[in-house]
């Protein structure tokens, strides 16, 4: 049995934002960050609110929210009592929405309780809404929201299907203001969302289209939307996020966000760019027992080649170069790790690499030896054979 999970409304396209206007409600809780405030973005959607007779606070989170900014923002929930919290910016900014919100409408949980097995009972105080600024986390229609625990060193990957929003507004104005390099990272976000969701075990036939279709706009707009970034490129772009982010709700992300998650804790990378850096590994990796499924990717962004083995090669030479020309290095060497710090944390980024509860997503499992190696060869820039 399969239970699709999808927001009750996905509002797409240019003003979208100005559904908002029509919104009931008394209290919005704003969760967002400096640099979206800064542009004036929460103010816009506050103004909206207030049309509709709503009012507004707002709670500022750091980029890769700690448990202790959400703890504090659950607080700030509690005496202010929305009836709404509106998630707004990266995927930051979203994840801390939800945390917040589960913390709000659940006192008696903390952050690490949330998992995909438990009854949150979400929605009796508040609805969410969340509104992406960037174009890659997906968090916006997505079951997934990853909390830094600071103490740990360590990214929580939490997970339920209630966290999935109840409105996702995909309006193109906000993702036209994204510099350059964010581009990159959170296209490439987006990219490992819908490959990590076609290639896994748990995919399946509403997963898979979601996915390709994710894809196939990455691979046709993402270069246009970082060197001309035109409005119909971002646009694409945006939509082509929200698609992934549906992709991996139904299906799972993989390899590359368990390393991901435990690296970027670990060597302060940002998420994007990391996972630009290990996606092409990864497809080496898995491609031997997933052969087929890299093909019909490779097929479908127009890839016409005989063998199974051959499109997978084109695939992965295409998503090399498109990572070159997006400036995303292309090992965690060049990504500015030292050798000394590599070596010092490998043992433990591995051990707690194995433990990352997104493996299950993956098509081909890992063990700890399996790990250590790859870890290697993403720090070396060495192209996986075994
Ligand atoms: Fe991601």
Redesign the pocket.
């Known amino acids: 049995m399969l239970e699709i999970s999808l927001p009750k409304t996905i509002v797409v396209g240019e003003r979208a934002t100005e559904y908002l206007k029509r919104i009931e409600g008394k209290r919005a809780l704003i969760i967002t960050g400096k640099t979206v405030r800064r542009m004036g973005f929460a103010d816009k959607v506050a103004n909206y609110l207030k049309e509709a007779g709503v009012e507004s606070e707002f709670f500022e989170v750091e980029p890769e929210p700690s448990v202790e900014t959400i703890v504090r923002g659950a607080e700030l929930a509690r005496k202010y009592a929305p009836d709404l919290i509106v998630g707004l910016g990266g995927g930051s900014n979203m994840d801390a929405a939800k945390a917040i919100w589960v913390l709000y409408e659940r006192p008696d949980l903390e952050v690490s309780s949330i998992n995909p097995f438990i009854k949150l009972g979400l929605r009796r105080k508040a609805k969410l809404i969340c509104i992406p600024t960037t174009s890659g986390?997906g968090s916006e229609v997505s079951w997934a929201t990853v909390i830094t625990s600071v103490t740990e060193e360590r990214k929580l990957e939490l997970a339920n299907k209630e966290l999935v929003p109840d409105i996702a507004i995909i309006d193109p104005e906000f993702p036209m203001a994204m510099p350059r390099s964010l581009v990159a990272d959170t296209g490439f976000?987006a990219l490992?969302?819908a490959i990590e969701a076609y290639v896994s075990p748990l995919s399946n036939d509403f997963s898979d289209a979601m996915a390709l279709k994710a894809i196939q706009l990455i691979f046709k707009y993402l270069r246009r939307s970082y060197v001309t970034g035109d409005k119909e490129a971002r646009e694409k772009m945006h939509i082509a996020s929200m698609m992934a982010g549906i992709a991996f709700t139904n299906s799972e992300?993989g390899m590359v966000?368990a390393i991901g998650h435990v690296a970027g804790g670990a060597f302060h990378i940002p998420?994007g760019k990391l996972?630009g850096i290990i996606l092409p590994y990864s497809i080496e990796y898995n491609s031997r027992v997933a052969m087929r499924k890299y093909a019909e990717i490779a097929r479908a962004i127009g890839i016409e080649t005989k063998t199974d083995d051959e499109a997978v090669k084109t695939l992965l030479e295409n998503i090399l170069q498109l990572r070159r020309e997006l400036g995303i290095p292309s090992s965690l060497k060049e990504a500015g790790v030292s050798a000394e710090e590599f070596e010092r944390k490998l043992e433990d980024v591995s051990n707690k690499t194995i433990r990352s509860v997104v493996l299950r997503g993956n098509p081909r499992t890992l063990n700890l030896e399996e790990t250590k190696k790859l870890y290697t060869y993403i720090y070396e820039g060495r192209s996986v054979d075994f």
């Open positions: 986390s976000d490992t969302h992300v966000h998420h996972m």
